[in-house]
Every structure is written in structure tokens, then in C-alpha cells.
């Protein structure tokens, strides 16, 4: 069965710093995969998605994300954060063009001035 | 334009009381979502609608729970009798198609959720 794992429930970076969350996905054929982000009370969103074209995935608010086969891996950076970043992101997987999402159990973002 | 609306943002209920909880989809969208969020489970679906006709309910727990979709532009999710592990957030999803690939317009579009409490 496809499913993704986030590592990290909680990650804290200082507002300029690097963004890294980290997602693998478990799929015996290259999936489609996702982050979605939410802010505080709000519902979740598209940040980016990975549907079989370029491996680097450029997404809303600077965010960007590397398909990485080898690792199983969908890692979500930024170069700088910036506090209004501070929410929970979750990575997503599907295993073809139209089989439902399914979704990591989230990471929340901390950003600290 | 309006997103997906949800009511009530928050509920607190008894135990063994009836909760229904609602939906109104964003204009257009054919595809209609219910996903329930958790600390120990994460996002996890529930049941999703094409056209008003319900096609997965697999993810729905057990019989206590129900969901219609009357028309393209309501739904609601129903809790009948609730207990204390009915605790969560419930999202309401829609998108305009079933398709994720790049060709396709396919994303979720999320209310901003109703939270339950069942004391």
C-alpha cells in the first residue's frame, strides 16, 4: 500500500534559515506526490506538486521540492524562512493519476525571530 | 470567489448525542471530500462523492457514521450516537476533477474545518 512518512512532528528554525522537512514515500511505481500547508484554524492548501515531469518542483511562497527515486524522497526546503511560514505541512502521496491522497501525519513548523 | 464552507467551525456535544456536521462546495467542483484529522492518525479519508453519488466509503469507521449529498451543493457528515473517540477535526474537500496528473486542474480545495468534542 502507497503511504508516506514525515520525519519530524516538529521542526524549529530561526527566521532567515534553511527550511528542510522531510517526506518518503513507499510505492512500487513512481507516485504523485504533494505538500499541502496549514495555517493556524484555516484548511490545508497546495503548496506544490510532483506529477512525473521536472524532478525539482517549484512551488507558492518559495518553496520548492526535489523528486528523489533513489531515496524514496520529496523533501520540502526553503532557502530563508520567514515567520508568517510558522504551520503545519504535510506531504502527500498518490499512487496514480486518480486514486485518492494519502496523507503523513504532518510536520509542524516553528519559526523563531 | 467563496471556498469551501463548513459549519459549525465547533461543536461540543455528550456522549450518545446526534452530530451532523456540513458542507457547501466550492461552485463547479464535481468531487466532494470528508477527511477527519487526528493527533494519533493524521488526515485520514472518509468517504468522497462524484455528482452527488457517494463512491468510497471505505474510510468511514463504522455504522454510526453517515453522509448524503442531497444535491451538488451541500453535504453533511452525520455521527449517530457520538462517543468520546469521535474527537477530532473534520474537513470538507472539493475539487473540480479526480486527476492529479499535470495535465489536470485536480487539487483539493479544504474548508477551514469543524472541530468536535464529545465529553
Known amino acids: 500500500a502507497q503511504s508516506v512518512t514525515q520525519l519530524g512532528s516538529h521542526v524549529s528554525v530561526s527566521e532567515g534559515a534553511l527550511v528542510l522537512l522531510r517526506c518518503n514515500y513507499s510505492s512500487s511505481v513512481p507516485p504523485y506526490l504533494f505538500w499541502y500547508v496549514q495555517y493556524p484554524n484555516q484548511g490545508l492548501q497546495l503548496l506544490l506538486k510532483?506529477?512525473?515531469?521536472?524532478?525539482l518542483v517549484k512551488g507558492i511562497n518559495g518553496f520548492e521540492a526535489e523528486f528523489k527515486k533513489s531515496e524514496t524522497s520529496f523533501h520540502l526546503t526553503k532557502p530563508s524562512a520567514h515567520m508568517s511560514d510558522a504551520a503545519e505541512y504535510f506531504c502527500a502521496v498518490s499512487l496514480s493519476g486518480n486514486t485518492p491522497l494519502v496523507f503523513g501525519k504532518g510536520t509542524r513548523l516553528s519559526v523563531i525571530a | 470567489d467563496a471556498g469551501v464552507i463548513q459549519s459549525p467551525r465547533h461543536e461540543v456535544t455528550e456522549m450518545g448525542q446526534e452530530v451532523t456536521l456540513r458542507c457547501k462546495p466550492i461552485?463547479?467542483?464535481?468531487?466532494l471530500f470528508w477527511y477527519r484529522q487526528t493527533m494519533m492518525r493524521g488526515l485520514e479519508l472518509l468517504i468522497y462523492f462524484n455528482n452527488n453519488v457517494p463512491i468510497d466509503d471505505s474510510g468511514m469507521p463504522e455504522d454510526r457514521f453517515s453522509a448524503k449529498m442531497p444535491n451538488a451543493s451541500f453535504s453533511t457528515l452525520k455521527i449517530q450516537p457520538s462517543e468520546p473517540r469521535d474527537s477530532a477535526v473534520y474537513f470538507c474537500a472539493s475539487s473540480p476533477e479526480y486527476r492529479w496528473d499535470r495535465q489536470s486542474t485536480g487539487e483539493l480545495f479544504f474548508g477551514e474545518g469543524s472541530r468536535l468534542t464529545v465529553l
Open positions: 461552485s463547479g467542483h464535481d468531487y
Open positions: 510532483y506529477t512525473s515531469a521536472a524532478t
